[in-house]
């Protein structure tokens, strides 16, 4: 089948090490904003640009996992009626 879910989930390690890239990448943006040779304005303009993009991948991730999510859910219930209705099937009855 093409839509079914991943088979397990991610480690423990996995978890800490995608955290703390993420972590590192966004504290190392923010440091290089904040050096960097201009005025207030435009720093705080790329700090407040660099959070608006943190959030927002943060809200498109969850946005593709529900979909996922929701896509398999409705395949495992059109599987289970299909199993369902296999199991009451008989093929030697007769149609009145």
């Known amino acids: 089948m093409e839509n079914q879910a991943p088979s397990s989930k991610p480690t423990t390690l996995f978890f800490a090490q995608s955290a703390l890239a993420f972590a590192i990448a966004l504290v190392t943006t923010l440091a290089a904003i904040l050096y960097l040779p201009t005025d207030p304005w435009p720093k705080a303009f790329l700090a407040l640009a ?6 927002s991948a943060f809200a498109l991730a969850k946005c593709v996992r529900d979909s996922q999510e929701s896509q398999y859910v409705v395949t495992r219930l059109d599987q289970a009626r299909v199993d369902k209705i296999l199991a009451e099937h008989d093929p030697w009855k007769e149609v009145s």
């Open 50 to 55: 660099t959070i608006f993009l943190t959030t």
